[in-house]
């Protein structure tokens, strides 16, 4: 039976094959099923897919977030600048000029000659009355420009007598100061000669190195209090971010700035031991914790690149053709008036008011250059902050909290001008630019929206 039933199957399968082509020829053939399939091109390695995001639109959004009147106050405040340059240099021609013609620098020299025959103590003793008189006259504009001027725009916090008690302690640290450095380049020209601009210009450079060094250890706390941040998740933060960049430094700190005004700063300043990182209480009570950071990344992009030795090599530079300017001018001006002032040679100290008025002319006519330097180191400092901080967005808010002392959206040739660091149109778009390019970075990605 198994045998039977083996041979029954393999007719039965022999019968389907032979079959099965001669139904087919008579039915057709049947038809196949179908089944949609969608198929798409694969981007090229190494492409990213398009995200909706478009940084021109983004900046422009956030710079709308300021309008109306407060628009119009940032502009007006930060616009008067611009004049404030040309009163600033006229003032200061015309305090030299009166002292010139009335003789009453002359009178000053005379009298330090009197009180000693070394021409080294003379100098400072010219220089100290000098410097106080100078200070009495410029008063009135002093007084408008850093009070008045400031309350009227709602900047100034302090009052009066606050004010005048903080102006006093910095006139004394000046006198110190604009004692010590007159005095040595008045040495430097009787002893240099025609060179002495050479030699005022590398003394120059060491003198303000040594009061960059010292000033956030010595000069900052004479206006303000600092005191170390609590230890908190923000501390933590800014101490980490410092020490992923190689800053030496070990704590934190935040000065009382609001007693002054409502602007907000940060620095990482010193050298040799005396680093530090800095934040007004300004800055820390209106600022998120990732403003706060992507601020201080740009404070330490300054610090990384050198930004204080690299700036005073750039101004020494300046300093050469200024004091070249000044040797040349006070040429020319005692040559036509020197008999009317009683000024004899460029070595007279009665002759300090001439090249005080040649440095304000200079100064005014070198604005733009010296913007231009400063400025270019601020964007630097924004492009390393972003690197080291990554946070686009709150770099662009916290440029909106400057918008009540900075105008945001001036023209170009404004800012190249007038703006020692990038309007706020400029550093906002640099924000977004970069974002524009890191889309799809997981930090980037899971950060806020930018508005559009």
């Given amino acids: 039976m198994m045998r039977l039933r083996t041979l029954l199957g393999l007719f039965a399968l022999v019968a389907v094959f032979v079959a099965g082509p001669a139904q087919a020829q008579q039915t057709g053939p049947a038809a196949a099923p179908v089944k949609i399939i969608q198929t798409q091109t694969l981007p090229p390695i190494g492409t990213k897919a398009a995200v909706p995001f478009d940084p021109v639109k983004a900046t422009n959004a956030y710079l709308a977030r300021v309008s109306g009147a407060a628009k119009a106050q940032s502009d007006s405040y930060f616009e008067g600048g611009y004049w404030l340059i040309l009163v600033d ?19 000053i020299r005379d009298f330090a000659e009197r009180q000693t025959r070394s021409p080294f103590w003379q100098a400072p003793l ?13 008063f009135p504009l002093t007084l408008y420009e ?18 005048f008690s903080e102006f006093l302690t910095i ?18 020209l009787r002893r240099a000669g025609r060179t002495w601009w050479l030699w005022a210009t590398g003394g120059g450079a060491i003198f303000f190195a040594i009061v ?73 009570n209106k600022g998120t914790h990732d403003e706060i950071l992507a601020v201080l990344g740009h404070e330490m992009g300054h610090y990384v690149m050198n930004h204080q030795a690299i700036g005073l090599t750039w101004l020494s530079l300046v300093a050469l053709v200024a004091f070249l300017f000044l040797d040349a001018g006070f040429s020319v001006l005692t040559g036509i008036f020197g008999g009317n ?10 002759g300090l008011p001439v090249l005080a008025a040649l440095a304000a002319v200079f100064l005014m006519l070198a604005t733009p ?14 492009m390393y902050g972003i690197n080291a901080a990554r946070k686009p967005d709150a770099f662009a808010t916290s440029v909106l909290k400057l918008a009540n002392y900075r105008k945001l959206d001036p023209a170009p040739w404004e800012e190249a001008i007038f703006y020692d660091h990038p309007s706020g149109r400029t550093r906002i778009w640099e924000m ?3 974002k524009a390019e890191h889309l799809n970075d997981p930090d980037i990605k899971a950060g806020p929206v930018s508005p559009q």
């Fill in 89 to 107: 240099t006229i003032w200061a021609v015309a305090i030299s000029a009166l002292l010139l013609w009335s003789r009453f620098s002359a009178a």
């Fill in 126 to 138: 010219y220089v100290g009355p000098y410097f106080l008189i100078t200070t009495v006259l410029s």
């Fill in 146 to 163: 850093s009070y008045f001027r400031e309350r009227s725009y709602g900047l100034m916090n302090q009052t009066f007598f606050g004010w």
């Fill in 171 to 188: 006139t004394g640290v000046n006198l110190i100061l604009y004692t010590i450095a007159l005095t040595f380049l008045y040495m430097a």
């Fill in 212 to 284: 960059i060094l010292v000033s956030p250890v010595l000069f900052a706390p004479l206006t303000n209090k600092y005191t170390p941040l609590p230890d908190t998740p923000l501390k933590h933060d800014i101490l980490s971010l410092a020490r992923a960049n190689g800053i030496p430094a070990q704590n934190v700190y935040v000065f009382d700035a609001s007693k002054q005004s409502d602007r907000i700063s940060a620095n990482v300043s010193g050298l040799l031991g005396t680093t530090r990182i800095s934040l007004n209480d300004n800055l820390l």
């Fill in 341 to 350: 002032w009683d000024v004899r040679r460029i070595e007279d100290p009665a």
């Fill in 369 to 382: 250059l010296l913007n231009t330097i400063t400025r270019t180191m601020e964007i630097q400092a924004d």
């Fill in 432 to 434: 977004m630019r970069w």
